[in-house]
């Protein structure tokens, strides 16, 4: 991948997002990149990145199961976040790649994921995610590369790392361009009484942005769903 790749449409209205993110405290920001990016970006995740797997079931967790191991824990690490779920115990099973962590330990350095990150942080993104935040105090991004295959899902929860500097939730989707409704995967957010008061379908060339602290959760992907949902996720951070 290049490093001009990472381009943002210029196609973007700032001023109108901005006016819809101040009104709700997030947004889906459609084509938010030029079709060309997105494309080699979904190909990396789809066919170069060694998925981990995340999960916790209530106090187990959360923990990381390597590429080599996901085949031998799959099953195991199923059953537990199913019996946690279905107990009201918080849980989520997904797959992952953890950029950050990858790139301060050098894993694959220069490779696609380390590029990814860096256009995340390079002063042009940044600049854009302030404007449509008008949060003029956000620095840097991590980021993970997630799919949510088949019987994943992330269970309610509300992102209460501030202290940390978390500033604004983001989710780069990358799934197909035709992800139909009955194959889950959404972002859902809830109000006090828990019902959902919004909720973004994954879209190709998607950005989610959100702040937090605010309860939400990833809709489980159910088992007739053909692929999974890739996407690159994280938080905009001021420290």
């Not at 381009?7 to 405290?25: H, I, S, V, Y």
Request: charged share 25%.
């Amino acid at each position: 991948m290049t490093r001009e790749l990472f381009t943002l449409n210029p196609r973007l209205d700032r001023k109108r997002l901005a006016e819809q993110f101040a009104a709700d405290g997030r947004i889906q920001v459609r084509d938010f990149l030029t079709e060309p990016a997105a494309l080699e970006i979904r190909d990396i995740l789809a066919r170069m990145t060694p998925w981990e797997i995340a999960w916790q079931a209530g106090d187990d967790g959360p923990n990381a199961v390597n590429a080599a191991q996901v085949r031998d824990q799959r099953e195991a690490v199923t059953k537990k976040t199913a019996e946690a779920a279905a107990q009201g115990e918080y849980a989520f099973q997904y797959a992952r790649y953890p950029m950050l962590e990858a790139y301060l330990e050098k894993r694959a350095p220069d490779g696609p994921h380390d590029l990814l990150l860096e256009h995340i942080n390079s002063e042009d993104f940044l600049s854009f995610i302030r404007d449509v935040t008008g949060i003029p105090s956000i620095r840097k991004g991590d980021a993970q590369a997630t799919l949510y295959a088949p019987g994943h899902f992330l269970g309610r929860h509300i992102d209460s790392h501030v202290a940390e500097g978390w500033r604004v939730a983001y989710v780069m989707n990358f799934c197909i361009e035709d992800w139909k409704p009955d194959w889950g995967g959404y972002l859902n957010f809830f109000d006090d009484d828990g019902d959902v008061v919004a909720g973004y379908r994954p879209r190709f060339n998607a950005l989610n942005m959100f702040t937090v602290p605010r309860p939400h959760a990833v809709a489980y992907v159910p088992p007739f769903a053909p692929v999974g949902r890739f996407a690159i996720t994280g938080w905009f951070r001021d420290r």
